[in-house]
């Protein structure tokens, strides 16, 4: 897996609460193109949405817009217009898109939520983050 740990910790760590969620891990393998990626994202993402037997269930997609091991950009803008397209909440955890990244527009691309860690590249205090929400 190339979740950052902390983050696949805290999806774990609600396993035991009521109403839980049921995590199925879409593992990549580098190297690997963006098209690959996109394909093998859209037929995980479907098979999980045909084995959800209740349609109260919300799936959501939680992914990196930067892996840092191996340090790969991902196709993020594109997997956020598949969720769109499935009906599925995105979160893109986008800690090292603040300074490697340029030229994207939250407003357009419409993710659901977008986390971006300020003290990676921008040289901010530990801590300081900028989420956005879409309305």
């Known amino acids: 897996s190339t979740a950052f740990g902390q983050i696949k910790r805290n999806v774990l760590m609600t396993g ?3 109403n839980s969620p049921t995590l199925s891990e879409f593992s990549l393998k580098f ?4 098209m690959s ?3 093998r994202f859209t037929q995980h993402i479907r098979h999980v949405k045909a084995a959800t037997t209740s349609e109260t269930v919300r799936i959501v997609a939680l992914f990196d817009s930067v892996v840092s091991t191996p340090g790969v950009i ?4 594109a997997m ?3 969720c769109h397209e499935e009906r599925v909440t995105s979160i893109v955890d986008a800690a090292h ?7 994207f527009n939250l407003s357009e691309i419409r993710p659901d939520f977008w986390i971006g860690n300020c003290s990676k590249w921008l040289y901010a205090k530990r801590g300081s983050a900028v989420l956005y929400v879409a309305r």
């Open 16 to 18: 035991g609460l009521p």
């Open 31 to 34: 190297p690997e193109t963006h």
């Open 37 to 39: 990626i996109l394909n």
């Open 74 to 77: 991902m196709p993020w803008k």
């Open 80 to 82: 956020v217009k598949i």
């Open 97 to 103: 898109s603040l300074g490697q990244e340029f030229g």
